[in-house]
């Protein structure tokens, strides 16, 4: 059993381990024989003079990824003997995990950062201290895509357009009356068979190929072609570089069961597998298929300009309403929306930390990040063949235009959205969120917030507020004083719950998940009896 | 009474000499925390056992008979009730040994285990090439029994009395954190026991003593300290090591005063 964290005095420690090729190296705050069960122990040399803090914070609810947060594991050296480790061992990139919890049982301690040693640059040393600084793992996750780019040394008979462009990676349905219903540009890779290629991997379904725009006969005009290569070649037709356009319409990544990869959920789940070689063992299967089942709306995209996938999927999160967490050394997706009161645990006065004057450890801010807009202006579906947005869409929050005099308008570039439809709801979504003075919570909290991670919803009962949902954005747990430090955006209003549904407005039961602001019965529920429909509108 | 301090220093310890032991198992051992940890001065590198908690034993050949009339067992898991035999024998079946002592473990007056075990012999026991410490724990909670450092060897006593002038005081370094109606979150941390040293008028033999075993242990080397070996050997024992510097003021008539010298424990 993981620790669970708790209200009660404990011995807490930090254990933190260095997985060399030939050794592991064990240290923790003091002395201590570990006992991972009946047969087997460690020691762990109490050679971390300064445990100090460990910070993880989400980006800005506008770029929900976590942001890759480094520590400085500073432990004794005064023996010298960490110097001679350095001298003989190779630090560089190898794991480090730091648990936290309490007494000498292994099990009741918890991995909060899973991490690898910063390199280069990442250790100092001196007569003192050894300094080894470690960073959260994902940073080894991070890949520039797409990867591959068209050469000549793998297309001898390449047009010289191509040369150095990037293979693409297609994501989505594009076929022809479905899905986006545009078409994606195709490289000539063999003028001399005038065979063309559409992506840097194989595709699920090549349906139509358009020459400028005009759809070829597959029989007659194109032959070979192949979705292991995304290639194909033209037949009895003339093609010109400079004034002709190839494309065709189709299906990009696919499962093994053939249906287009292109829920949020899974296409996420695929960039990091396929493309940042994260294994399935550092995907919280759970959360991703909670994820799946909540946005279960399509995206899809084709990415021809390289960039980092840190761009690509923070763009896909964000779109889709999803933060991206790393809990226990796995990705974990989450939907933002109020979780169910049950599921939010309580803090109270008594949990909050306060100075010697009795001044409590308690700030509220509104909106700091400023992500307060009355107006969104949206361009969705990229046509990459005419290289332009093919969907605008504005959405408005007239009332709260008027009440501030002024029309605060937010410019967003969707890359993965591309319904008509979702884009207005989105942006719809968006502007009932951010058109209020949203609060952000400040508050420094005992040990049962130990264990929290990022995103996870608390309801706090302070001052004025009353069992307000907070969504943790940034927690900073010190390892001395094993207490924590929190940010916490105001769930309340960022859901957007005691706004008025439209009198339009569909049925909950056959509304997009996003909607917000339904009416609830006397308990609770916006369909009898429906738990999924407890708690998610809430009135005041 | 005997009312002299009584110190096991490293070079006195025969337990733990990579010259003398030419031999140390246990009767079952935890993978990673094997027994040669109670050899290692981190008293909590323990060693510990992997199931037997009725009947465990750490068994101990020398290259030749050896005698010790000090043992300190330090960082023990064991109950109150348990039964400890330091025992000696001229072969490595303890059957029945040549030699048995029982050694009680010590409570606090509320009825708390203290985690360390000392005995002292006043004659020297017969020399003996294979040792064994023995322990029957029936009662205890825990499958796993564990011993950190365990020291033996032949204890130093100073001809004059130097017990008065000894202050103990015993620090709590647990961290608490307020909230509101001065409640809090305790990190808690073992006490320990800090002891300053400040004596007047030493003569140059005392002060040659106090030289030599400063000289010897330093400021890093853990040694074992009885400030009441007869009377009280495991509530007033302490393993740790000095803090700060010796210092030692001159007086009239080849006498010294012994400025504040700390010792702090480790556990």
Known sequence: ?540 | MADKVRYLLPDKGVLDSATLVVSLVASTESSGLPPRNVQDEHIRKVYRGSSDRLSEYLRYRFAAATTLNTLFIGKHNFTKNAIVLWQGNTTSNFATPALSYQIGVATDSRGNVISHLAYFWSTVPTSYAHWRLHIKDSGNATTNLEVGRIMGGRYDEPTRDIRDGFTRELVDPSRITKTAGQQGYPNVKRKYTQITYRVGGMSELMDDTMYGVYNEVGTSTPFVLALNPETEPIKETYYGMFEGNLRRVHRVGAFHDLEPLTFSEKL
């Open chain 1, 1 to 540: 059993m993981a620790f669970t964290a708790t209200a009660a005095p404990g011995e807490y420690h930090v254990l933190v381990e260095f997985v060399l090729d030939s050794t592991t190296l064990r240290y923790a705050d003091e002395d201590l024989s570990i006992q991972s069960s009946n047969t087997v122990g460690h020691f762990y040399e109490g050679r971390l003079s300064r445990a100090g803090t460990i910070r993880r914070q989400l980006n800005s609810v506008l770029e929900p990824r976590e942001r890759i947060e480094t520590w400085d594991c500073v432990l004794d050296n005064r023996d010298l003997a960490l110097a001679q480790l350095i001298n003989v061992c190779t630090f560089a990139n190898r794991d480090v995990n730091v648990w936290l919890g309490q007494g000498i049982t292994k099990g009741s301690y918890s991995n909060v950062f899973p991490a690898a040693v910063v390199h280069p640059n990442g250790i100092t040393w001196d007569e003192d201290e050894a300094v080894i600084t470690v960073a959260d793992r994902r940073l080894k996750d991070r890949r520039i895509l797409p990867l591959a780019v068209y050469t000549t040394a793998s297309f001898a008979n390449l047009e010289p357009r191509s040369v150095g462009v990037p293979q693409p990676i297609w994501y989505g349905d594009w076929r022809y009356n479905s899905g986006t219903q545009l078409a994606i540009p195709a490289n000539c890779v063999n003028t001399l068979t005038q065979t063309f290629r559409v992506a840097g991997h194989k595709v699920g379904q090549i349906q139509r190929v358009l020459k400028n725009a005009v759809a070829l006969n597959l029989t007659t005009q194109v032959s070979g072609i192949s979705l292991s290569t995304s290639q194909f070649s033209l037949v009895g037709q003339t093609y010109n570089a400079c004034t002709d356009i190839i494309s065709v319409n189709g299906r990009g990544f696919v499962t093994a069961n053939a249906s287009t990869i292109e829920r949020p959920a899974e296409t996420l789940k695929h960039l990091q597998t396929y493309w940042c070689g994260v294994s399935s063992s550092a995907q919280n299967g759970t959360a991703y298929h909670t994820v799946d089942g909540q946005v279960s709306f399509s995206v899809a995209r084709h990415i021809a300009e390289q960039d980092s996938t840190e761009t690509y999927t923070g763009e896909l999160l964000n779109e889709n309403n999803i933060d991206l967490r790393f809990v226990a050394g796995q990705y974990a997706p989450r939907w933002r929306i109020l979780d169910l009161e049950a599921d939010r645990v309580d803090f109270y006065e008594n949990d909050i930390l306060h100075d010697d004057t009795e001044k409590a450890d308690f700030r509220v801010e509104y909106d700091p990040e400023r992500y307060y807009c009355n107006q969104v202006r949206a361009r969705g579906a990229w046509d990459p063949v005419d290289e332009r947005y093919t969907q605008t869409n504005t959405a408005n929050m007239t009332t709260e235009q008027r009440v501030i005099g002024a029309t605060v308008t937010r410019e967003w570039d969707l890359h993965w959205l591309y319904d008509p439809d979702l884009i207005a709801e989105r942006i719809g979504n968006e502007v009932a969120m951010y058109g209020n003075n949203p609060m952000t919570v400040n508050v420094g909290l005992g040990g049962r917030a130990l264990m929290k991670n990022l995103a996870d919803q608390i309801d706090l009962t302070y001052s004025i507020l009353t069992q307000r949902p907070l969504s943790l954005r940034y927690i900073e747990t010190n390892l001395v004083d094993m207490t924590v430090k929190t940010r916490g955006d105001d769930v309340y209003y960022l859901g957007g719950v005691g706004r008025w549904a439209g009198d339009s407005a569909v049925s909950y039961a056959t509304a997009p998940s996003g909607d917000i602001g339904y009416w609830c019965n006397s308990v609770g529920y916006i369909v009898t009896g429906s738990p999924g429909t407890a708690n998610r509108s809430r009135w005041y």
